[in-house]
Structure formats: structure tokens, C-alpha cells
């Protein structure tokens, strides 16, 4: 069994934000950190955009924040509509915090801020690495083997590898959980929207729900949900996605864009003695309100903090496990709220969230947790 006593050595398994998070937490508390990442190169896209106002705030010790800040879009505002009708609300500049806003910036400018800094403090990935074995994880040093051939073996092991994660599968944590019948479109284009940059529209319709936030570069992100989404959706049907929703607009070009289905899971423990998850690996959920990357950081900070200073493992579990599945239960009453039909119960439906979202203290505590500051 793994003792209380911080780790010279850590492998991180995924260089997504989680994983780079990790590694930078823990070589700054002079950790030995190798991090290893199955892919040939990190994200060139955008994916996960967003970065909440309590993310910023727990990776200000590692000197990542005002690179973050400086290239992201500061939104501080949520406008619920129904069509072009608009619902509620919600305002975060008054939100207790140093940072009052939501950051939109593309994940691949995030993992390259994060990358540079891991630089900095004598780190660096190894792509094209998958790990294809893991023995013995209930003793102190779990034995690794690397597609190569080698086998290393470091203190702890950090599974930040996603939904899929082969550490996970490799030392036989179950994730339990199921997908949504419904598909995703995810786009970023340049277009003429009527809404202000400093704004993220969530609109429901009868065809269901739509998501505009704003990007740097004068770029938006789209996230809409269908019955069977197309694969690699046009500029043509990206428009029309827009406009029978409440959007007419003009789509001028689009960088990037694809289809997800997405999943609610949750790890069956975060650890198995020396080996840790974090992140996607731990657990999944649907994109409303853009909690999942943001989970997955302060995962990776909250692990490394007990780790170096040598408390109790379990402990990590104990920390995070409860937070998951509250965002797991937020998410989903979101995502099942946005994809009600019939017009009887989305006029019920909106009845409620406006007159909920009227009440100030209500309002107070829907940005809160949206932005994660509920659970400092």
C-alpha cells in the first residue's frame, strides 16, 4: 500500500491541460515528472474553450494566469433565450473574485501556455509514447512498460489520458455511466452575430439547444445538439443550425468543426494505490456550462498539493469525488432541460428558469456555481 510520504518521481500519462496541470504542479515542488502522451503532437483545435473564474484562481501558483488572461476573451455575462426571446440572465462581474468572467480561449492556446511553462520548470512532453502496461499498482512503485519496450518505474502514476484512458483500464477501474442519444455540432467561424463579444448565448428552440460564446480572433464557438449531426458541418448547415433556432446570421468561414456524442461516468475510485486519475479519465460529462476541462485542472492541482505534501492519498478522492458528481448531476438536468420538446413543456420550462433566475440570491448562486466558485 502506498504510505503518506511526497514522491521523487511521477509519470503523467496524457498532455492534455489536465496533465500538463499536473506535471507543472508537481516539478515546481521539485518532483521528478516524465509525462507521456500517446498522440503525435498536442491539440491543434479549440475543444474545450472555456475557463472558469475558480480554475483561474487555483493556477495562479503556477505562473500561468496572466498568459491566460492575456490572450483569452474576458465574458462576464450568460443570456438564457428561447428563440429570440430572451429568458434570464446571468451577470459574473460581481462575483466574489479576483477574476469576474468567464475566459474563452482555444485549448490548444491553453495546452501551448501550459507546455511553455512546463518548459520553464524543467519539463517537457514525450509524444507518440503510449503506455501499454501497468503491473503490480498496489505496491509503492507500479512497474510501466511503453510501447518502446521500456519499463519505468516512477513513484506515482497520474492517468490524465481521457475518456479512454489506458491506465485506467490497465489497472481495472470500472466507468460506469452511459451516453445521451442525442449527437453534438461543435464549430468555430468567423460570422456576422448580433450579440455583443462580451456575452455567451444559450438558446433553446424547438430543434433543440444552441450555443454561442466569442473567441479570440474575431471567431465564435457554436456547440448545438441533434439528432444525427453531420460529421463535418459546412458553413451552409451551420447557418441553418443558427437560423431555425433564433440566429439568423451570415457564416464567413469555418476554422475547424465536427460531431461528439457525449457521456456522463464516473470512475468507480480515483485510485489504485500509487496510480491516480484525473480529469476525463476520472470522469465525463456533457459540455453544459463548460465544466470539464476546468474540473480536470483543479483535479490536477488538489493532487499535487496532497501529494507533496505527503498526506493522506485517499484523501484526493475524498476531495474531488463529491465534486464530480455534482457536476455530473448539474450537467445532465441542464442537457436534459435544453432537449425537452413539445411547446407545453418548454414554455414550462422557461417559465421556471426565468422566474427562478428573477430572484437575485437565486441568480448569486446559479453564477457561482457556474463559475465553480461554490466549492472553494
Given at each position: ?32 515528472v516524465r509525462v507521456v502522451d500517446a498522440a503525435a503532437e ?331 466558485l461554490s466549492h472553494r
Amino acid at each position: 500500500m502506498m504510505t503518506s510520504t511526497a514522491p521523487r518521481t511521477a509519470l503523467v500519462v496524457g498532455a492534455g491541460p489536465t496533465g500538463l496541470t499536473a506535471a507543472i504542479a508537481l516539478r515546481m515542488r521539485g518532483v521528478d515528472v516524465r509525462v507521456v502522451d500517446a498522440a503525435a503532437e498536442g491539440a491543434n483545435t479549440s475543444r474545450a474553450a472555456v475557463i472558469h473564474p475558480r480554475t483561474l484562481e487555483v493556477l495562479e501558483p503556477l505562473g500561468v494566469v496572466e498568459a491566460i488572461t492575456g490572450r483569452a476573451i474576458r465574458v462576464p455575462r450568460f443570456d438564457i433565450r428561447d428563440g429570440t426571446r430572451t429568458v434570464a440572465h446571468l451577470d459574473l462581474s460581481g462575483l466574489p473574485t479576483r477574476y469576474p468572467w468567464t475566459s474563452m480561449i482555444s485549448q490548444a492556446d491553453t495546452e501551448r501556455i501550459l507546455r511553455e511553462r512546463l518548459s520553464v520548470v524543467g519539463g517537457g512532453v514525450e509524444w507518440s509514447t503510449a503506455v501499454t502496461g501497468l503491473e503490480n499498482p498496489g505496491d509503492e512503485r507500479p512497474v510501466v512498460r511503453l510501447e518502446s519496450g521500456e519499463q519505468v518505474r516512477p513513484d506515482v502514476v497520474i492517468g490524465a489520458d481521457g475518456m479512454h484512458s489506458a491506465v485506467r483500464d490497465l489497472v481495472g477501474i470500472d466507468f460506469p455511466g452511459s451516453g445521451y442519444e442525442q449527437s453534438f455540432v461543435l464549430a468555430d467561424v468567423a460570422m456576422d452575430w448580433p450579440v455583443g463579444r462580451d456575452t455567451v448565448s444559450l438558446t433553446f428552440a424547438p430543434d433543440g439547444l444552441v450555443v454561442v460564446a466569442p473567441l479570440p480572433d474575431n471567431r465564435f464557438r457554436v456547440v448545438a445538439t441533434m439528432d444525427d449531426a453531420p460529421r463535418e458541418p459546412t458553413a451552409r448547415q451551420i447557418e441553418d443550425i443558427l437560423a431555425r433556432r433564433g440566429g439568423s446570421t451570415r457564416v464567413h468561414d469555418v476554422a475547424w468543426s465536427g460531431r461528439f456524442r457525449v457521456h456522463h461516468r464516473l470512475a468507480q475510485t480515483y485510485r489504485r494505490g500509487p496510480v491516480f486519475l484525473v480529469g476525463d479519465a476520472a470522469h465525463v460529462h456533457s459540455p453544459a456550462g463548460g465544466q470539464g476541462m476546468n474540473i480536470g485542472v483543479q483535479d490536477a492541482v488538489t493532487l499535487a498539493d496532497i501529494l507533496v505534501a505527503g498526506d493522506d492519498p485517499d484523501s484526493y478522492e475524498a476531495r474531488r469525488r463529491p465534486r464530480a458528481r455534482r457536476v455530473l448531476a448539474l450537467t445532465d438536468r441542464m442537457t436534459r432541460a435544453a432537449v425537452v420538446r413539445g411547446s407545453a413543456t418548454r414554455r414550462a420550462r422557461n417559465r421556471v428558469i426565468a422566474t427562478a433566475l428573477s430572484v437575485p440570491a437565486v441568480r448569486t448562486r446559479a453564477a457561482m456555481e457556474i463559475a465553480e466558485l461554490s466549492h472553494r
